[in-house]
């Protein structure tokens, strides 16, 4: 009972308590997830377009962007656009007479790098989604007269959007679990800021523990969403979706 | 001709990593399968049972692996009864500490993969074995196992993958497996781009042996699919 007042002061909003800061982790993850999710979803589009184009250049980038992305570790990928981006700023600064070692931004660095990853998965899930389209709408449209960009517009956009949705409640989980790795470059989120709070306090069990539960928390509620959203999406299909 | 140098010699030392890797991947993907057996067993006994193990998985599934690993390897020297246990000597060790916590997010991730696969096995397939007179014991072993596993391959593949990136997090608790032996070599030479790339190929190739001999696998326990011999015309002389 003692320990359990002791954990809420600790992490409560009181003046002894981490709670503020917490919250403003809490937020600065789901803010950086979801630019994250956003960059994921251009690349995403990028690659789906380049999978199904005839081009065989394109196809063939797209292939090596999806393979080399989903099998080499995330931690490595946000390394290197870390390192290698200062490496290269560091490299025109040093063209230009200045000296030293160039940090990047976090946000952009983790936003840029997790968005690049997931952007693989993204690909097939759209990939996927296009390919479920039912080829008769796609013919139906065309006789009716309709160009490419009406198409895409009326026909086929609306329709990936709802046959992708599943697949991109799962990138958006696997985004967010992710946005964990970007405290390695120093963006104050959930995971660095109960770093901070163990390095200050030394209880690294409730902290780590609560650390665990935002996310649970987070993950919990936007996953709770997007089958709201699916079952809005599905709506007048027929099927049923658990809602 | 002092490049190639720099890259070959790069080379070499990230490979002094590979084992580290393998065994982390080896040890804990084993482990976690055992458990992962475990909590179908468990799951499939009782209905509080079932909320135990659907809790577990929801727990280990919706936070990041990141922060069950500095949960084990930070978190548990806060609580008083683990310092003075039997097991403090192995969760004081960073080795283990990633073993731990490896082995119970893979194990979450397996039992869903073993979920799936049992859910596909036909219903006629069991009832029949129980008529042949099979007990539930032999039928679990001789049918139900054989088609779950095999079902379950695809799925179980991509899991081990995913242990092999996810491995690299072992380096922020201070193992030295490719891609903490790859951020020692940045720190010191600031040549990112080589080095990580390096490291980026190097898992690229294990990841795709892996899928190719898991490949192998699926074909070997699938014979119906493979091709028939040719059958020779016999002549009528």
């Known amino acids: 009972m003692e320990d359990l007042v002791a954990y809420f002061t600790l992490i409560g909003f009181g003046p002894a308590g981490w709670g503020v800061p917490l919250a403003r982790a809490a937020s600065m993850t789901v803010a950086v997830s979801l630019s994250a999710f956003g960059v994921g979803i251009v690349f995403g589009m990028v690659g789906c377009w380049a999978k199904l184009s005839r081009s065989v250049v394109a196809h063939g980038a797209a292939t090596v962007y999806t393979t080399v992305l989903r099998g ?29 070692f160039f940090g990047l931004n976090g946000f952009v660095v983790g936003m840029m790098a997790v968005g690049i990853i997931s952007g ?63 405290s390695v470059v120093g963006l104050i989120e959930i995971m660095n800021q109960t770093r901070l709070a163990v390095g200050r306090t030394g209880a690294a069990f409730s902290f780590y523990i609560t650390g665990a539960i935002l996310f649970l928390l987070i993950t919990t509620f936007s996953g709770a969403a997007f089958r709201r959203a699916e079952a809005w999406a599905m709506r007048g299909m027929g099927g049923r979706v658990r809602a | 001709m002092k490049q190639f140098d720099f890259l070959w010699d790069t080379f070499l030392q990230l490979l002094a990593g590979v084992p580290v890797t393998v065994s982390l991947v080896t040890v804990s993907v084993v482990l976690g399968g ?164 390096l490291a980026g190929l190097i898992y690229l190739v294990m990841n795709f042996a892996l899928t190719r001999a898991f490949r192998r696998l699926e074909i070997h326990l699938t014979p119906q699919s493979r091709s028939r011999p040719v059958e020779r015309p016999v002549s009528k002389a």
């Not at chain 1, 693989?120 to 796609?138: F, H, K, M, S």
């Not at chain 1, 599943?166 to 696997?174: E, F, I, K, Y």
């Open chain 1, 120 to 182: 693989a998965y993204q690909t097939e899930v759209l990939r996927g989604a296009y390919l479920a389209i039912p080829r008769g709408e796609l013919e139906a449209a065309r006789v009716a007269g309709m160009g490419r960009l009406l198409m895409l517009r009326r026909i086929i956009a609306p329709q990936i959007l709802r046959f992708a949705l599943p697949g991109m409640g799962n990138v958006w989980q696997l985004v967010l679990k992710e946005s964990a790795l970007i």
């Open chain 2, 34 to 197: 055992v458990l992962a057996l475990g909590l179908t067993g468990i799951r499939r006994t009782s209905r509080p049972g079932e909320w135990v193990v659907s809790a577990y998985v929801f727990a280990l599934r919706g936070s990041p692996l990141l922060v069950q690993i500095f949960l084990i390897y930070y978190g548990l020297g806060q609580i008083e009864w683990i310092r003075s246990s039997l097991l403090w000597p192995f969760l004081r060790e960073p080795w283990w500490c990633a073993i731990t916590a490896l082995a119970l997010n893979t194990a979450a991730y397996q039992a869903e993969v073993l979920r799936g696969g049992l859910n596909a096995v036909p219903k006629g397939a069991i009832e029949a074995a129980r008529v042949c007179g099979m007990g539930r014991l032999m039928t679990f072993r001789r049918i139900v196992l054989p088609i779950a596993v095999r079902q379950a391959l695809p799925a179980y593949t991509s899991e081990v993958v995913i242990m092999v990136k996810a491995t690299s997090l072992a380096s922020i608790i201070t193992l030295f497996e490719i891609t903490g032996i790859a951020h020692s070599i940045v720190s010191e030479t600031f040549r990112a781009f080589e080095v990580l790339s």
């Open chain 1, 72 to 100: 080499v570790p995330d931690l490595l990928v946000i390394y290197l656009l870390y390192f290698g981006g200062s490496q290269a700023i560091g490299a025109i600064a040093r063209a230009f007479g200045h000296q030293g």
